[in-house]
């Protein structure tokens, strides 16, 4: 997650920018960057698309013979990487690839940032790692909405992204429902009739529709890892209200009928769900859950906290650690 504020990194951090330069250069950059570096932190969810250009860069880091600490953030893998199938049309290199990554990656100097608090025990036994070296660090969000504002809403239900969905859920639970309804994503629906709208838009339009809604409904599969922290905290803090289906790190960030609404992943639950935050007699308690909801992402879930928990937790990490990896004077960790 890029900032671009120089104040926050240069007190503590050195950053790396990837984003402008070919992944050669960038490998040049982050190798002589973390030379005199106590601990790296890269960013565990660029897949396929990105080379996985930050792991291979951690892996780097084991031919050194003096290894920093390894945070590797937002490690929320699939145990199949879907391109690589689509790509090869094997399941066996689709499965065995990010396996064999994870392998030449993992050592006694790397730790796992998981965004929730199920995968601290679900992803040691998943990828095969040390389970003290498995932390929680919960995710937050990513737009900026003044203090006070309130988007209109604009007459629809939204949902959006790609990852771990389950739209079926949200198409079968809306039928007969008298409100159009918007979906954001690669999915579409079956039937040529069908009530929801569906397509791929960037990621301004995204966030777009999100605020316009007057509900986000995110119906999530229910898998080892977690997914959809983004749009429903993004919905949060915007203050939509929120309908989310039981699944891993859920209730890290939502609180039932307090900070939005998480039902049973089925249409029946998304459909009452939706008729109570629908109905006209309930505005008052869907607006007083909404406020409540963006205040709680605004305490606990902003980019800024997001950042400084790695940084601490590396700093934590360190203090603990061997005195050869304790932090020296102008030591520096490197992102």
């Not at 120089?6 to 960057?33: E, G, I, K, M």
Request: glycine share 8%; charged share 25%.
């Amino acid at each position: 997650m890029w900032c671009d504020d120089d104040q926050f990194w240069s007190n503590r951090t050195v950053l790396v920018d990837r984003r402008s330069v070919r992944p050669q250069q960038y490998l040049a950059r982050f190798l002589a960057a973390t030379k005199t570096a106590d601990a790296v932190i890269v960013v565990g969810a660029l897949g396929a698309k990105d080379y996985y250009i930050d792991l291979v860069a951690g892996m780097l880091l084991k031919l050194r013979r003096r290894r920093p600490l390894l945070l590797v953030s937002d490690s929320t893998w699939d145990e199949e990487s879907g391109r690589l199938r689509a790509a090869t049309g094997s399941e066996v290199i689709a499965r065995a690839v990010p396996k064999a990554m994870v392998s030449v990656l993992d050592g006694a100097h790397v730790h796992y940032g998981v965004l929730s608090s199920e995968e601290v025990s679900g992803f040691p036994a998943t990828w095969g790692v040390s389970a003290d070296r498995v932390h929680f660090t919960p995710f937050c969000s990513t737009i900026e909405v003044a203090v006070g504002d309130r988007p209109a809403a604009g007459g629809y239900i939204f949902s959006g992204g790609n990852p771990l969905r389950r739209y079926q859920l949200l198409e079968e639970a809306t039928v007969g429902l008298d409100w159009p309804v918007v979906v954001a994503s690669s999915w579409r629906p079956a039937g040529r009739e069908s009530h929801v709208t569906a397509r791929s838009v960037d990621h301004g339009e995204f966030v777009e529709l999100l605020r316009g809604a007057n509900v986000v409904v995110l119906p999530l599969e229910k898998r080892a890892r977690s997914a959809g922290q983004q749009t429903y905290l993004n919905a949060m803090l915007a203050k939509r209200p929120v309908i989310v289906t039981e699944a891993p790190g859920v209730r890290d960030y939502v609180e039932h009928e307090r900070t939005g609404l998480v039902v049973a992943p089925r249409a029946s639950a998304i459909r009452a769900a939706l008729e109570w935050v629908l109905d006209p007699s309930n505005s008052a308690a869907v607006r007083e859950m909404t406020e409540r909801a963006s205040e709680e992402v605004r305490r606990r879930f902003t980019p800024e906290k997001y950042r400084s928990r790695l940084v601490e937790l590396c700093e934590m990490l360190l203090a603990g650690g061997n005195e050869s990896r304790r932090p020296g004077p102008g030591s520096e960790a490197a992102c």
